[in-house]
């Protein structure tokens, strides 16, 4: 089973205004850390914001949100007052900490088009 | 603080020859992963080093290898190339391991091309 998924591969949101990109997770451990990341097309990934499942507000960080809802294994990512500099792609992650592994899983990304 | 360098940027090599990849973490750093990016596969780990050993590995066949210097500057090595190995491979660092919420930085990437 996929550990992060991601159901839209693409998005569009008009300049200034919000958009949701949605992730989903599966995990068994009760202790795991949430990621998003953004993929400019030069392709480097960008760390944007970070939820600990133990973490009982949402993350934020700027004009980025995580909508995270723990019973339904989601953590969305909300950007507001978009800009056309956020279009990339963007990718959702997981860490799981029982293994004691520091890889991340990841989703296969949304790729976002901010439109003027 | 200076991010993670990766060397270098774009490499094109032909079937069958290896190649040697580099990347050195932010300073203080002592975690490197590498992940190999593809369009078909999407982002894979393929390995992990912490104090100069392997850590954790992910999938990927024995021609894959890296390791860790004690300046924590990591490189990673692809024998006998094929096609399939034309990928993005991303470096990425953090500051210790095993924690959920240590952050990993990611390099720019080394664009490898097998012809």
């Known amino acids: 089973a996929q550990k992060i998924t991601q159901t839209q591969p693409g998005m569009f949101v008009q300049e200034k205004e919000a958009v949701t990109l949605d992730c989903t997770y599966d995990?068994?451990?009760?202790?795991?850390?949430l990621f998003w990341y953004k993929q400019p097309s030069s392709g480097e990934m960008i760390f944007l914001i970070y939820?600990?499942?133990?973490?009982?507000q949402n993350a934020t960080e700027g004009r980025y949100s995580l909508n995270f809802q723990k019973a339904r294994k989601s953590a969305n990512l909300v950007i507001s007052a978009s800009q056309l500099g956020d279009s990339a792609m963007y990718f959702c992650?997981?860490?799981?900490?029982?293994?004691?592994?520091?890889?991340?899983?990841f989703g296969t990304g949304t790729r976002l088009t901010v439109i003027p | 603080k200076a991010g993670v360098t990766q060397t270098p940027r774009y490499l094109i090599k032909t079937r069958g020859q290896q190649v040697t990849l580099s990347c050195s973490p932010i300073?203080?750093?002592?975690?490197v992963s590498w992940y190999q990016q593809t369009p078909g596969q999407g982002l894979q780990f393929l390995f992990e080093?912490?104090?100069?050993?392997?850590?954790n590995k992910g999938n990927f066949p024995g021609r894959f290898s890296g390791r860790q210097f004690s300046n924590s500057r990591s490189e990673m090595n692809v024998s006998t190339l094929e096609l399939g190995d034309s990928a993005l491979y991303l470096c990425?660092?953090?500051?210790?391991?095993?924690?959920?919420?240590?952050?990993?930085?990611f390099g720019p990437g080394t664009r490898l091309l097998v012809l």
């Open positions: 990425a660092s953090s500051l210790v391991r095993g924690t959920d919420q240590e952050t990993q930085y």
């Open positions: 995990t068994s451990d009760p202790s795991y850390g």
């Open positions: 939820q600990g499942s133990y973490d009982q």
């Open positions: 992650a997981m860490r799981e900490v029982k293994t004691g592994a520091n890889n991340l899983f």
């Open positions: 300073s203080g750093h002592r975690s």
């Open positions: 080093y912490f104090s100069e050993t392997q850590r």
